[in-house]
């Protein structure tokens, strides 16, 4: 059974950084991909980063690109989430999701439960 666990949010005033982890159990690396998601109040779920597990292919929402970097750890199982330059809108709690495609939150297939960020203004 798969199991994915984040770790590492928090609250953070704008300006500043919070790395998120994502440890995987039973998981098998694949051709898919893992990536984070976020979802905010009111809010539908969007896609943040993903990875191309087998390559490490990334691809970031326009909305983050040059200030989250997603990388991983095959040796440790985990994902990670480096944010940077916070801002305000970043707000959310924040999921690590495998065997997908991209950034299309429909197509994973195990999700964790989520970690919250605050970025406070």
């Known amino acids: 059974q798969v199991q994915l666990v984040e770790s590492g949010g928090g609250s953070v005033q704008a300006g500043g950084s919070l790395r998120l982890s994502c440890t995987a159990s039973?998981?098998?690396?694949?051709?898919?991909?893992m990536g984070w998601f976020r979802q905010a109040p009111g809010k539908e779920r969007e896609g943040v980063a993903g990875?191309?597990?087998?390559?490490?292919?990334?691809v970031y929402a326009d909305s983050v690109k040059g200030r989250f970097t997603i990388s991983q750890d095959k040796a440790k199982n985990t994902l990670y989430l480096q944010m940077k330059s916070l801002k305000s809108e970043d707000t959310a709690m924040y999921y690590c999701a495998a065997d997908g495609l991209v950034l299309g939150a429909g197509s994973y297939k195990y999700w964790g439960q989520g970690t919250q960020v605050t970025v406070s203004s």
């Open positions: 039973g998981y098998t690396y694949s051709s898919y991909w």
């Open positions: 990875i191309l597990t087998i390559g490490g292919i990334t």
